[in-house]
T-cell receptor, first 110, second 113 residues
Framework: DAGVTQSPTHLIKTRGQHVTLRCSPI?????VSWYQQVLGQGPQFIFQ???????GRGNFPDRFSARQFPNYSSELNVNALLLGDSALYLC?????????FGPGTRLTVL | GDSVTQMEGPVTLSEEAFLTINCTYT??????LFWYVQYPGEGLQLLLK?????DKGSNKGFEATYRKETTSFHLEKGSVQVSDSAVYFC????????????FGTGTLLAVQP
């Protein structure tokens, strides 16, 4: 069975640029959540989407946005990148309750 | 606010030693509690969970008991292996409009042969 997939695996950007990260949930899962994991820290909640609607947002600036598509896949967009946005971005999908994580996208901002 | 506090690492043990990683939480309501493991270069894997007070979660020799009176969920294993070397995260989830997880900062475990 295919798990949560994320693309790209790694990404290098420069300050001020924009980035789009993608996530495909486990088949049948309707909820997708995004987390940011800065090196040496635990993941921090960014967004949750369910049935294409935003259900929750963490304490992140408006430069961060996301959406969910009819097939339940999701994109995370970050504008005007800062050095501090360098992190591992994790996507998790769920049906009811338990969240299953993807391998993450490693974003480096130079 | 809601939070998770876990012991700082790194924790360095010899193979077959006993492991304890402490975790305490603050939460509104009655959260579900989790331990996740992250191997180098990988995402998070659910190790075990407990959904109500006095529940014991267990998997692969690891155990943790949901202690409501001490708001704790300490991870234990009787005999660690080199392959257990990873970062361990304690987390909780409080049901509501948002089904989000709140994580601790993680504890690096290094097991030496």
């Amino acid at each position: 069975d295919a798990g949560v997939t994320q693309s790209p695996t790694h990404l290098i950007k420069t300050r001020g640029q924009h980035v789009t990260l993608r996530c495909s949930p486990i088949s049948g899962h309707k909820s997708v959540s995004w987390y940011q994991q800065v090196l040496g820290q635990g993941p921090q909640f960014i967004f949750q989407y369910y049935e294409k609607e935003e259900r929750g947002r963490g304490n992140f600036p408006d430069r961060f946005s996301a959406r969910q598509f009819p097939n339940y896949s999701s994109e995370l967009n970050v504008n005007a990148l800062l050095l501090g946005d360098s992190a591992l971005y994790l996507c998790a999908s769920s049906l009811v309750g338990e969240q299953f994580f993807g391998p993450g996208t490693r974003l480096t901002v130079l | 606010g809601d939070s998770v506090t876990q012991m700082e690492g790194p924790v360095t043990l010899s193979e077959e030693a006993f492991l304890t990683i402490n975790c305490t939480y603050t939460a509104t309501g009655y959260p579900s509690l989790f331990w996740y493991v992250q191997y180098p270069g990988e995402g998070l894997q659910l190790l075990l969970k407990a959904t109500k007070a006095d529940d014991k979660g267990s998997n692969k020799g690891f155990e943790a008991t949901y202690r409501k009176e001490t708001t704790s969920f300490h991870l234990e294993k009787g005999s660690v292996q080199v392959s257990d070397s990873a970062v361990y995260f304690c987390a909780h989830r409080t049901y509501g409009a948002t089904n989000k997880l709140i994580f601790g900062t993680g504890t690096l475990l290094a097991v030496q042969p």
